[in-house]
């Protein structure tokens, strides 16, 4: 009996019911990359690229997950590792894990509740989210979800009035802090995009259609009220709706004549930290210090910007140096596992900022789906810090990793030489 084929099949029953029949990919996803391709089945291509996509030829977007690769750990064994503590304090703020989730917007745009399921699940982790001003759901919707620490990202319109207006109402749904985008003076030009006819709303073409089709979870979703827009500024803004995303920034986002002058005014109207979003060089760090805010994100807009910016952890350290201890410096740009994140942070980083890692998860299954990318990340920095031998956030260091040393500054920046002046110059 015990070789029979009776037997061999009752073993392979037991061990299936031992194992779970119904093994659920979000569950058990090991990876932002995992969950990244579940996302990708999901969607119809033009949505799943909306999160995955970036500017011109996406070099910015492939550099930052390149250099971060490039970045090498240097374990400390035999270090009593039983405590981890990965809490940190930013600027009086007290945070469990040294990680918030960054603004992204058009989550409705990705099908199921857009940022609600996000804001829930960043809720039931006491991690802060940051509503992007670009939300598909007002401030106001989004606080009524939270049951953690808000953070409000901020684009300096055209209008002052539609500005203070936003600035006001952050206030009211009590944001921590202000993050002031300041790398979206024009919109990058993503190609994906243009290929696909994305548009706000989306719009059913006869090149989509057989996508929206097969995807009928996802176009049932985007159908459902309240019409996909820029709901922030749906009682400022009539009709927004019905303009493309690029005519709508083009008319209302773009602020062509904003310049440092203008921080001195968000300065004024805010009194909590204030973090500008989108230092690329030590010399724009200095001058947002300058400007008397709290912090910067080291942030090329996950390459959805300038392209052939450089990648962010390959300024890191040369930004870090320039404004020392004196501010607060949020990392952004291709995190997707634990590892990422103490990168960062023994590089220099004070706090990163996930950004399409939670654009997947959402993607992929909306809260559980964040719940999942959370879960991973915390597992895996975790995992790291304890193989470094880091048994805090204040000890994870520069000792902890090797790097280039060209990110420390060489190349990356020269004042451009003063013209040499010969004395007798005869044309
Ligand atoms: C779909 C999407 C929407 C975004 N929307 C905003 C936004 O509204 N405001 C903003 O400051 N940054 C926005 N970002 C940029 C992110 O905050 C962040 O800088 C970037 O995603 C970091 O790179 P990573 O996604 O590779 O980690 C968006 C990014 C994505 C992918």
Not at 32 to 53: Q, S, Y
Not at 179 to 191: A, H, Q, S
Not at 312 to 325: K, N, Q, Y
């Amino acid at each position: 009996m015990a070789d029979s084929p009776l037997s061999g099949a009752l073993e392979f029953a037991r061990m299936l019911a031992a194992g779970g029949f119904r093994l659920d990919p979000v569950e058990s996803a090991p990876s932002i990359e995992d969950l990244r391709l579940l996302a990708r089945k999901r969607l119809p291509t033009m949505a799943f690229d909306i999160v995955d996509g970036a500017s011109n030829h996406e070099i910015t977007l492939d550099a930052n997950a390149r250099d971060l690769r490039e970045v090498r750990f240097r374990p400390r064994w035999l270090t009593d590792i039983s405590r981890i503590d990965v809490s940190t304090t930013v600027d009086g703020l007290a945070l469990d894990r040294p990680y918030v989730l960054g603004p992204l917007g058009l989550q409705r745009m990705i099908g199921g509740e857009g940022e609600l399921g996000a804001v829930r699940a960043a809720g039931r982790a006491h991690i802060p989210f940051t509503i992007s001003t670009a939300s598909n759901w007002t401030m106001e919707e989004l606080a009524e979800h939270a049951t953690g620490p808000l953070w409000y990202q901020l684009y300096m319109y055209k209008s002052e009035k539609i500005v203070a207006n936003l600035i006001e109402r952050a206030r009211g749904i009590d944001a921590e802090v202000l993050v002031v985008t300041v790398d979206v003076p024009l919109n990058g030009k993503r190609y994906r995009d243009h290929r696909n006819g994305m548009s706000i709303p989306p719009r059913i073409t006869p090149r989509n259609a057989v996508q929206a089709v097969r995807h009928l979870g996802w176009t049932r979703a985007i159908m459902r009220p309240p019409a996909i827009g820029f709901r922030n500024l749906k009682d400022e803004i009539q009709g927004n709706n019905a303009v493309s995303h690029q005519e709508f920034v083009k008319k209302y986002l773009s602020n062509l004549t904003l310049t440092w002058e203008d921080i001195a005014e968000v300065r004024r109207q805010w009194d909590g930290p204030i973090y500008i979003k989108g230092i690329l060089t030590p010399e724009d760090a200095v001058r947002a210090r300058k400007a008397g805010v709290q912090g910067i994100y080291v942030s090329n807009h996950g390459g959805r910007q300038l392209d052939s910016s450089p990648s962010t952890i390959s300024v890191l350290p040369s930004i870090v140096d320039a404004v020392g201890e004196d501010m607060t410096v949020v990392f952004d740009g291709g995190v997707r596992t634990g590892d990422d994140i103490a990168k960062a942070l023994a590089v220099g980083a004070d706090l990163v900022s996930i950004g399409r890692a939670w654009g997947y998860g959402n993607a992929a299954a909306g809260e559980k789906g964040v719940r999942r990318v959370l879960e991973i990340l915390d597992e895996e920095l975790e995992l790291a810090m304890g193989q470094l031998g880091a048994t805090g956030i204040p000890a994870l260091d520069r000792s902890f990793v090797d790097y280039p040393e060209a990110w420390h500054g060489a190349g990356l920046h020269r004042e451009p030489e003063p013209a040499a002046v010969t004395e007798e110059f005869t044309p």
